[in-house]
């Protein structure tokens, strides 16, 4: 936005971003009549010209004075950005950028009207109709001061009707486990003030740390830090109890932006009424863009590796993953055409992202150029592998009745339906992949290739090269140029502390020179740094001077302002997660090998086992998205509400789970809601189930679950195949509960490992419980091992007959099952009892019933296996 004529339309969005800032002040504070409270005599003066007369004669909305006394508390600060003072302060401004934020419950002028508007469109409701969502069912009577002791409630409680009452503490957003939220029985379970005045606190001591040399810089920093402290604060404790401040505050800054844009281009599409200071939006304009992008390939391009010998690009290649969507959203913001910020972003993660945009024909226009450049460069650095889908709806709309109105349909349609018609224009393009490519350079997909003589062939893509355009990493394996940029991008990592990003053809990107990686893509360079290299007094970081093209993001640490010396010129600072940014080390030097991975001991080849494949992902979140939300509560706010915790968990959290498996577990991918990790089975399975059983209590429910996939290979087994295998377990696993002849539907939250399906939820515990016991008779009494194969034998009798029902065997016949394996399972027990100890009787007694029931049986020979595995894992350490 670094453009002269955007001066209003900057201070309408920074308003617009603060607007419900005094909520957080006033919860941390006393209350309005109270004579200890820290409001100046002006803030108090102006109340009544900004707040309006409740019935009771009191002032509504007073959180609009404390958005005025913060302004008052940190003048100072903002007034040291360039060219702003008379835009924030100017008392013959009416529009000054106070006046904007505080009196969106009051408007006097179109402008103010303006926020008014979007702060309603981001609530999804018309805040000028009294409309209330509150709970009928609510059990805990909060009294008068329940905008101060009702917590941020989980957005997970509601969905698909459900009745939870878990709510968050009020800390600042960081990966540890003290940021799950809390059962809320009784108003004991409170939020203590003191709560609110730590956060404040300490909201204001990094306030003043925040870059003030360029408005781009400070405005993008503001919206990290409004995350870090925001993210726990309930919007409002009436009817957006499960919508976080930072969100409501997020959207509404970005359908301000795309309000004012559009009526800049368009000013009939808007009513002002100057009686009523209410704006009103015409029928049959739509002034806002719900941009999505949709990578494909991402599974396929990190693990489809030619050779097991290449493997150390696998981090690598996932990191380039979420640098690849970082800059298309950085190419697309920074647009000259759009100029938009990181708020306008609704969700980013796992390949997907979403935004709202002004609906003009300069940003439409943008998108189309951007989305046939990205398709082009990604068709010459890709071949095909990575599609990158980008479609947009245009849409309204309308608060009375918390419904959506695109150009798709223009009938009134539920919000969750606005997501289901952007997701299935995403899924055409995905099927039209190249459209634009082939209609304008038909010969770059058909032309054959003349090739021929000695050529380099890439070990992780396979492709061939010219001789000796390669790279040699060992001596017998040769990568790509872009491959070996993707290894070094993996293990600089470990290292790396902050992501620094420049424009390519930026002038000052010479002053990078120190950095640990460079990665380029879509004219965007990617640099990482570790802290040391950041902050030494003679740094070339100093000297960098745009911040429409350097950003400085802290990875996986959200105190990314706690370095006073980390000092750029005109940048923006924030902090990112990303899921497996520390990998197992062999020692400082670098990180395990795959065998390694498996060995118990790093430089005992004799203890490596079975190297474990896991994949994971949430169940049916696609129709969360779409219905899951309850139809009262559903609007922007409260989707990038859902969107954010789930990022949190797995983008960000994941990394605080595998630290208890740092020496032998590697994840290899997570974001979204996917999950790859790779590493030592036993640990991998452990890792799996620590996941499912932290996101269990994450949602607070066992119907929001997560089903997993485990594959066990040697340790020469092709890394593309294991990883098939793996999806498809998932796969299975998601089938679990299915049955097809009698039209049921999946229950899915299940696992299948070593082959079968079981559910996390009532059989996981009684298979793993089942397996300890055989390993502790076996290891301490007089069971023997042969009664693991005997047990896994009769079930495989049961499996054929399952595999051959209605099947004809070799001479025609319907296949007759064979189910003599009941009564031979029964007297093998009661043979195999003889002369044991009587623990050992006894514990056999409890498996003779499990021999008559065919699933019960499955278990338990997946229990025997289970322990057949640990027992030789056991025996090589």
């Known amino acids: 936005m670094e453009n002269k004529n955007n001066d209003m339309r900057r201070k309408i969005y920074l308003a617009a971003m603060l607007h419900d800032i005094g909520k957080f002040y006033q919860r941390a504070d006393e209350g309005f009549s109270d004579k200890y409270n820290s409001l100046s005599n002006f803030s108090k003066t102006i109340a009544e010209d900004i707040c309006p007369i409740k ?5 509504g909305y007073q959180h609009v004075i404390w958005t005025n006394e913060f302004f008052e508390k940190v003048k100072d600060l903002l007034l040291q950005i360039p060219n702003y003072k008379k835009n924030i302060f100017d008392e013959s401004d009416q529009d000054n950028i106070v006046n904007l934020a505080c009196n969106h419950h009051k408007p006097k002028t179109e402008l103010q009207a303006i926020v008014s508007l979007a702060d309603w469109w981001s609530a999804g409701i018309d805040r000028n109709k009294g409309t209330s969502f509150e709970k009928e069912e609510m059990e805990v009577k909060w009294g008068k001061t329940r905008y101060k002791d009702i917590p941020l409630y989980s957005i997970f409680n509601k969905i698909n009707n459900g009745k939870g009452k878990y709510g968050f503490g009020l800390k600042p957003m960081d990966l540890s486990k003290d940021l799950f939220p809390k059962e809320i029985q009784a108003k004991e379970d409170e939020i203590n003030q003191s709560e609110y005045n730590k956060l404040w606190s300490n909201f204001m001591l990094d306030f003043q740390k925040l870059p003030t040399d360029s408005f781009d810089g400070f405005f993008e920093s503001l919206i990290y830090l409004l995350k870090k402290y925001t993210w726990c604060i309930p919007a409002n404790t009436m009817d957006m109890d499960h919508v976080s401040l930072f969100d409501h505050l997020k959207t509404t800054a970005a359908f301000t932006d795309c309000l004012y844009s559009y009526k800049e281009i368009n000013p009939s599409a808007f009513t002002y009424n100057n009686v009523a200071n209410r704006i009103k939006l015409e029928d049959g304009h739509y002034p806002v863009l719900l941009v999505g992008g949709d990578l494909s390939g991402i599974q396929k391009f990190i693990y489809n590796i030619a050779s097991r010998k290449a493997a150390t690009s696998l981090k690598g290649r996932s990191f380039y993953l979420q640098l690849l969507i970082d800059s298309v959203i950085q190419r697309i913001i920074s647009h ?8 306008h972003v609704v969700y980013s993660s796992g390949g997907k992202f979403y935004m709202l945009l002004p609906n003009t024909k300069k940003v439409q226009k943008a998108i189309d150029e951007l989305t046939k450049e990205f398709e082009k460069e990604l068709w010459q650095e ?21 419904k959506i109105i695109t150009t798709e ?5 539920s919000l969750g339906q606005l997501w289901k018609v952007l997701a299935d224009k995403l899924t055409e393009k995905k099927n039209n992949r190249f459209k634009s490519l082939l209609l304008t350079n038909f010969g770059e997909f058909f032309n054959v290739k003349e090739s021929g003589g000695e050529v380099d062939v890439c070990a992780v893509t396979g492709e061939e090269m010219q001789k000796g355009s390669g790279v040699k990493i060992t001596k017998d394996t040769i990568v790509s140029p872009s491959v070996m940029s993707q290894i070094k991008l993996g293990k600089s990592l470990k290292s790396a502390d902050y992501n620094i990003t420049f424009k390519e053809d930026g002038e000052d990107s010479k002053y990078f020179s120190n950095r640990l990686s460079e990665t380029k893509i879509f004219s965007v360079a990617n640099y990482l740094f570790n802290k040391k290299e950041l902050t030494k007094d003679e740094t070339d970081f100093r000297k960098i001077s745009s911040a429409d093209v350097n950003r400085v993001k802290r990875i996986n640490n959200t105190d990314f302002l706690a370095i006073n010396n980390l000092k750029g010129k005109s940048v923006s600072y924030g902090f990112q997660f990303y899921g497996g940014n520390k990998q197992a080390a062999y020692n400082d030097n670098r990180d395990r090998t795959f065998e390694e991975l498996t060995r118990k001991n790093v430089k005992d080849e004799k203890t490596e086992t079975y190297f474990g494949f896991l994949r994971m992902d949430v169940d ?18 409260s989707y990038a509400t859902l969107s954010n915790h789930l990022d949190w968990f797995f983008s960000g959290y994941l990394n605080t789970i595998r630290e208890k498996y740092a020496d032998n577990v590697n994840i290899l991918y997570s974001g979204g809601d996917d999950v790859f990790a790779v590493g030592r089975w036993v640990e991998l399975l452990a890792f799996a189930e620590d996941i499912r059983t932290e996101f269990k209590k994450y949602v607070g429910r066992e119907d929001i679950s997560i089903s997993a996939g485990i594959v066990l290979t040697g340790n020469k087994f092709p890394i593309a195949k294991a990883a098939e295998l793996a999806g498809k377990a998932e796969n299975d696993a998601k089938k679990y509960g299915e049955d097809k002849i009698n039209n049921v539907i999946a229950k899915k939250n299940a696992i299948n490992f070593l082959g079968t399906s079981i559910s996390w939820e009532n059989e996981f515990e009684k298979v793993k419980s089942k397996k300890n016991e055989f390993l502790y008779f076996i290891e301490n009494y007089d069971l023997s091992r042969g009664i693991l194969h005997r047990i896994m034998l009769f079930d495989s009798i049961r499996a054929k007959n399952l595999r051959n029902d209605g099947k004809l065997n070799s001479n025609g016949n319907v296949y007759v099952p064979d189910l003599s394996y009941h ?5 093998y027990l009661k043979r195999f009892m003889e002369n044991k100890s009587k623990e050992v009787q006894d514990f056999c007694k409890t498996l003779q019933p499990n021999m008559y029931n065919d699933r019960c049986l499955e278990i338990t020979a997946l229990a025997a296996r289970w322990a057949e595995l640990e027992l030789r894992s056991k025996k090589e350490n």
């Open 382 to 402: 890709h071949h095909g592998k990575l599609i990158l889908n980008i479609d947009n709806v245009p849409f309204a709309y309308s608060t009375t009745e918390n």
């Open 409 to 413: 349909n223009n009938n009134e349609q």
């Open 336 to 343: 000259p055409d759009i100029q938009a910020t990181i708020a």
């Open 620 to 637: 049916g979140l696609g129709e969360i998205f779409i219905n899951g939300i309850p139809e009262k509560m559903r609007s922007f706010s």
């Open 55 to 59: 019935d009771t004669d009191c002032f």
């Open 823 to 827: 009564w031979n399972a029964a007297y």
